[in-house]
């Protein structure tokens, strides 16, 4: 009755001042405000809607001119009232207009205003408003800047900081669901705490703060896998469960929660408490929801999850968690109707359960259920979804399972085309890529059991192998992997020796048995041909054999040994007899390695499986002296390498143990007394020499290990493989250092380390060994049949059919020797083009490796012995392009391995004619091609050479210039050409600066406005930066006076900025809702897009720079006063218009496609100079350039950039279809000019 009363009396006083009366706008203003004050309280529209009204009028009579202070509140309160109505009713044009003017409110409130907060708070909550109505992320991105501004404004014990941090985590948590940026969930986390901390126990809030909280640590687990959030997390939902007593609405929701985490965390550390709390919580939360209830579908599926994941633990015992499972998700895929966001996951947890099933139970229906299922899942998860890798594996799977069932071939090679794919979606360090790899693996050696084809076992092989690294010691799948790996080795091993008649092996045993007899077969091999590759064979297969026989509930050999030597289990002792040999051979097998390679790592093995065999040589054993005399050889070995006392001393006490074992005459006796005696005078020498400190130079025992530890340092600046020319044998790092160490030249550079004088040894080592490891690198159009690193590996490329790329290896290698060097490198077998991280190492150091190599050899396939140059392919790919800048010495060579004009030079890149022919056809001057550096100089130069060359690959054009261009970045195959391209223009740019690479013409890159999609755009060459005469200068000079008091005040209008500054009562919440939730790119704050540089401030004018993909570019700016489309001419397919912009000459665009409005205000269009220092010459003092100096270097015609504005102060670059040629106007436009920084995206 009194709100009323109060509205009565306020329409009396309105009554009293009518229109013309300058007291109305108050009066207006006043029955306005307890017409909404009322609606506040009864909640009658007709009271909103007339305040709204009232509202409108008082605006009316509030203009900007007639002050700031009245017309704020007025926009306040209006946006307040139709963002009530819009509450009320949903009408969208209510939203709209709160928000532009809520934009007017904020720009009457400027930095320093006491209400600012206020208009930055509601404006911020409108547009959370929108974006809750249509999910526009850029609401978000506008919302974001201007709720962290209102926070700053708000600090603590401010009374409205609450709801300003309130959506601000709101907003935050919704573009974290959109984009999933970790940087939004670290500062959703602060956020949180801060809100925590703002409501103790005991407030209203304070338990809905808490359950935030921990949702966004469990959020942040995922994304960064820090066991610590994930642990808060679950403190903190223990914590609000204790709040939230049975019968508390929200219990079920804080349950689900917690059954999350709980389950997240057994899927980290397997701890099976967790996942029965899981479950009991998960039944606990189903139970309080009622009929109906929208999170019913989401509780189902998560607790069926949790129990098939308990059948999965308890290795499939209890079906009835199975058949729970798949009865739970039944209902809730029927709860997930189709367009439901989670219907895929559900679809693929019912598939995964009932493939489960159909292994436990063999009833082809689940099977077949199964593939349907994965079949839908997979429509619903296209490339590109999170789920559609996990899909693809499980859908693959289910179709091997069902052709083994069914013997359907079609099955299998779906299902092999589907794991392909997976595997392309689990790189290197994805943690379902092991289990695709074993799928792949099982697909493959499946299919070669039906045709035979030796390609798929190979293949199967090699995916098992890598499976098998990936799946360490202790996870539960090594075991099944391992088998399956060893199958297919033997399968290889009867395959390759024609002994199909031998049954296969079943018993994990007996396929033990075979791996280490085809152990053994390697061994003999390595003894007779003395190939390392042999040797690698066998240590991997004899490893192999050995955790075969390792029983499920051991996780290392070292417990299992330990167990088997104390003879509890009678059964195991059966395999002590094969134990031990395999123990005693593989010792054998890592020694002999170490000795070849000097790697103490097999060392160190060797060691370790000595110790083990000799546990189950007891004294009286008959092996125990050979155990002893082995391990102590390992000893001194290891002391040889690395000095340390307790190894030679353990050494010396395992031979004389040994020789007490042993009898003169014994086989053994004689070996280990040699041993004793040579320990011992190495332990004499060793004390020796540690009381003679004085002895100068290195001895002969230092000379090694330095040369040694040399030669290592030396070939990590090389390529990884290399070919011995000799040989023709493709050698890795130890297999090249063990050919060094066992040639006449180590020998000879250990003898002049004798006798040359201490201060010249390691000079001498350094010569020696860099003159050795000299190699040559080949240069070459990749045909058909290139051989490939597993082509090759452990053969002699000589001994090979001399067909396709093999013949031209062989010639290369050829040529090699005749030019005298040992090594050779080749881009096509020295790769292990498997291996994602070789390859990036590759792509990153071709350039390094190119640069140092002795020799680069280029063979022009098509060329013949009266050809040129010009007609090869060679001078038109990628790639060749940093092959030709980058060696120091090149050599040319025909189709026929003939040199290039019968020229006898040394390097042909120093031969006048030669150097000519190659300027004339790659457009590179001849300093570039005899002394080229790579970096960022001269940018555009280097990309208008690439623009005329290809490569097979659209993204290697891009990776082919990260060596030219020094940079270092990801090597992502699979990703756009224009992606490629962008992210290295992106990272010449960042470094660099360099704004030359802005100048190209064509069709303009999605990546980014100022680049282009194809590095063709580049072909076009540069306006010549032309310097005026003295003459001229002086002419230009006196046409125009100088008079800097009239340019300040065409600057200063020029500079004059309309930026809004972003009003009234802050909305607050009316409580802190429950979140269920759901980047873009942040506007740099360190360059301001207003700030405005003139000539006499150079110095403070910052580099081009990118924050994401935004560009802040300074710039000459020239704004756009009048454009004119021009008559078409339809044999030009290009729109002409003239344009006019202040201080240019009338100029024409080409534009390829038609501006969208031309009659926006001014500022729309602008045609700027990007700016760099460069542009006034390399040598001028920013700070004390000269109007002369300004004059001569700006001057001068120079090619624009055509930007237009969008919305939230950010520009576009509008590509034109030739250079767009500019002139200043005259000497005022030059020195009237200033600087803005541009941010373009």
């Not at 070292?558 to 395999?582: I, Y």
Request: some cysteine; aromatic content about 8%.
């Amino acid at each position: 009755m009194a709100a009323t009363d109060d509205v009565s009396r306020r329409r009396e006083k309105l009554e009293c001042c009518p229109p013309g009366h300058a007291g109305r706008d108050a009066a207006l203003d006043d029955l306005a405000y307890v017409l909404q004050q009322r609606y506040e309280k009864e909640h009658k529209i007709d009271d909103l809607n007339e305040a709204i009204t009232l509202n409108r009028d008082t605006l009316e009579l509030r203009p900007v001119e007639n002050g700031e202070s009245d017309r704020s509140k007025s926009l306040n309160n209006l946006t307040f009232c139709l963002c009530h109505r819009y509450r009320k009713l949903g009408t969208v044009d209510d939203l709209e207009e709160a928000i532009a003017l809520g934009r007017e409110a904020l720009a009457l409130r400027p930095p320093g205003h006491p209400r600012r907060d206020a208009s930055l708070h509601n404006l911020g909550f409108y547009l959370w408003t929108r974006f809750e109505k249509q999910t526009e992320v850029c609401d978000l991105e506008e919302a974001i800047p201007l709720l962290r501004v209102a926070l700053k404004l708000r600090p603590p014990g401010h009374q409205w900081r609450s709801s300003t941090l309130h959506y601000l985590i709101l907003c935050l948590s919704s573009r974290h669901e959109s984009q999933g940026l970790v940087e939004d969930l670290e500062e959703l986390v602060t956020l949180t705490r801060a809100e925590l901390e703002l409501y103790p126990r005991g407030h209203a809030d304070h338990v809905a703060s808490l359950h935030n909280l921990a949702c966004d640590l469990r959020r942040r687990y995922a994304k960064t896998a820090a066991i610590t959030d994930l642990e808060e997390s679950i403190e903190l939902h223990r914590a609000a469960l204790e709040l939230r007593p049975p019968g508390h609405r929200d219990r079920s929701s804080t349950l689900d929660e917690l059954t999350l985490c709980l389950s997240t965390r057994y899927d980290k550390l397997g701890m099976v408490a967790d996942l029965e709390e899981a479950i009991k919580f998960g039944r606990a939360a189903l139970k309080l929801l009622t009929p109906g209830h929208p999170s019913h579908g989401e509780f189902l599926h998560n607790l069926a999850c949790n129990l098939r994941k308990r059948f999965v633990k308890q290795k499939q015992t209890v079906v009835q968690d199975l058949e729970e499972a798949i009865e739970l998700l039944r209902p809730a895929l029927e709860l997930r109707p189709v367009g439901h966001p989670d219907r895929s996951s559900s679809l693929y947890e019912l598939a995964f359960c009932l493939s489960h099933r159909h292994d436990k139970h063999g009833v082809v229906e689940d099977l077949e259920e199964a593939i349907t299922l994965g079949r839908e899942a997979l429509k619903l998860c296209p490339p590109g979804h999170l789920d559609h890798g996990m899909c693809l594996r499980n859908l693959g799977l289910n179709l091997r399972k069902s052709s083994v069932q069914t013997a359907a071939i079609r099955d299998l090679e779906e299902s092999i085309e589907l794991l392909l794919r997976a595997l392309e979606l689990h790189p290197i360090g994805h943690p379902d890529r092991s289990s695709s790899l074993y799928e792949l693996a099982l697909c493959l050696s499946l299919r070669h059991d039906k045709y035979g084809e030796a390609g798929d076992l190979e293949e199967a092989i090699m995916y098992g192998r890598e499976a098998l690294e990936l799946c360490p010691s202790g996870q539960p799948d090594r075991g099944v992997i391992l088998h399956s790996l060893a199958c297919d080795l033997w399968k290889k091993f009867q395959y390759l020796h024609q002994a199909a008649a031998v049954v296969r092996p079943t018993s994990r045993a007996n396929l033990a048995s075979s791996l280490f007899e085809f152990s053994q077969h390697f061994w003999d091999q390595f003894q007779k041909e003395v190939m390392v590759t042999n040797l690698d064979s066998a240590v991997c297969l004899a490893t192999y054999a050995l955790e075969l026989r390792l029983p499920p509930e051991d996780d290392s050999v070292a417990a299992w040994v330990q167990r088997l030597t104390k003879g509890k289990n009678s059964d195991e002792l059966v395999m002590l007899g094969p134990v031990v040999d395999n123990l005693r051979t593989l010792a054998n097998y890592h020694r002999a390695r170490f000795t070849a390679q000097h790697t103490i790592i097999d060392l160190n093995e060797a060691i370790t499986f000595y110790r083990h065999t000799l546990q189950f040589c007891p004294t009286g054993h008959p092996n125990r002296a050979s155990s002893l005399h082995g391990l102590a050889q390992c000893l001194a070995d290891r002391f040889r390498e690395q000095p340390a006392e307790a190894d030679l001393d353990e050494a010396i006490a395992l031979q004389q143990e040994a020789l007490q074992l042993l009898r003169r005459g014994d086989a053994g006796y004689d070996i280990s007394r040699r041993g004793l005696t040579a320990y011992v005078q190495m332990k004499i020498r060793t004390q020796i020499a540690m009381m003679s400190s004085d002895i100068p130079g290195i001895t002969h025992f230092d000379a090694a290990q330095v040369i040694r530890n040399v030669a290592f340092e030396t070939l990590k600046a090389m390529p990884t493989r290399l070919l011995h020319t000799h040989t023709g044998i493709l050698c890795n790092r130890d297999a090249q250092v063990s050919h060094f160490l066992s040639s006449q030249q180590y020998s000879q550079l250990v003898s002049l380390c004798k006798t040359c004088e201490p201060n010249q040894q390691m000079d001498l080592i350094r010569t020696e060994v860099s003159r050795h490891f000299q190699y040559v690198t080949l240069s070459h159009r990749w045909g058909s049949g290139e051989p490939s690193l597993h082509d090759i590996e452990g053969r002699k490329i000589y001994s090979m059919p001399a067909i396709g790329g093999l013949g031209k290896l062989q010639g290369f290698c050829v040529v090699a020797c005749e030019w005298n060097y040992l090594w050779a490198w080749s881009d096509t077998c020295c790769i292990d083009k498997h291996s994602s991280a070789e390859l990036q190492e590759t792509i990153g150091s071709m350039f390094a490796w190119y640069r140092r190599s002795a020799l680069t050899i280029v063979y022009l396939s098509d060329v013949p012995d009266t050809g040129s140059l010009g007609s090869s392919e060679w001078l038109k790919r990628g790639w060749t392009l940093q092959e030709l800048l980058a060696p120091e010495r090149v050599v040319f060579y025909t189709k026929t391995w003939s040199l290039y004009k019968n020229l006898t030079s040394l390097n042909h890149k120093m031969d006048a004619a030669v150097l000519e022919e190659l300027e004339r056809e790659t457009r590179i001057e001849p300093r570039f091609l005899t002394d080229f550096s790579p970096g960022m100089d001269d940018a555009h130069s280097r990309l208008q050479w690439a623009s005329f060359r290809r490569t097979t690959r659209p993204e290697d054009i891009a990776y082919s210039l990260f060596g030219i261009f020094d940079v270092h970045l990801p090597v992502l195959y699979g990703e756009s050409a224009e992606h490629a391209l962008g992210r290295l223009l992106t990272e010449v740019v960042s470094q660099s600066g360099d704004i030359s690479v802005l100048d190209w013409i064509g069709e303009p890159s999605p990546f980014h406005s100022c680049f282009p999609a194809h590095i063709t755009s580049y072909q076009m060459p540069r306006l010549p930066t032309s310097q005026p005469n003295a003459e001229e200068q002086s002419s230009a000079s006196s046409q125009q006076p100088t008079s800097f008091k009239v340019l300040r005040k065409l600057r200063d209008l020029l500079a004059t900025s309309h930026l809004p500054h972003f009003l009234g009562r802050s909305l607050s919440p009316s409580g802190i809702a429950h979140r269920v939730l759901p980047l873009q790119r942040r506007t740099p704050v360190s360059y301001a897009s207003s700030e405005v540089y003139d000539f006499r401030s150079l110095s403070r004018v910052p580099l081009p720079r990118f924050f994401n993909r935004l560009l802040a570019l300074p710039c000459i700016a020239y704004h756009v006063t009048t454009v004119q489309l021009q008559a078409a001419d339809p044999s030009i397919p290009n729109f002409t218009y003239s344009i006019q912009a202040f201080g240019l000459m009338p100029l024409e665009i080409a534009l390829p496609a038609k501006l969208e409005d031309v009659t926006k205000p001014q500022g729309f269009l602008h045609l700027v100079r990007p700016w760099h220092s460069k542009l006034l010459g390399p040598s001028i003092e920013l700070d004390a350039v000269t109007e002369q100096q300004l004059l001569s270097a700006l001057g001068t015609p120079f090619n624009a950039l055509l930007l237009t504005q969008l919305p939230h102060n950010e520009h576009k670059r509008i590509a034109s279809s030739t250079l767009i040629t500019a002139q200043p106007i005259d000497r005022a436009s030059v020195l009237n000019s200033k600087i803005r920084i541009f941010n373009v995206v």
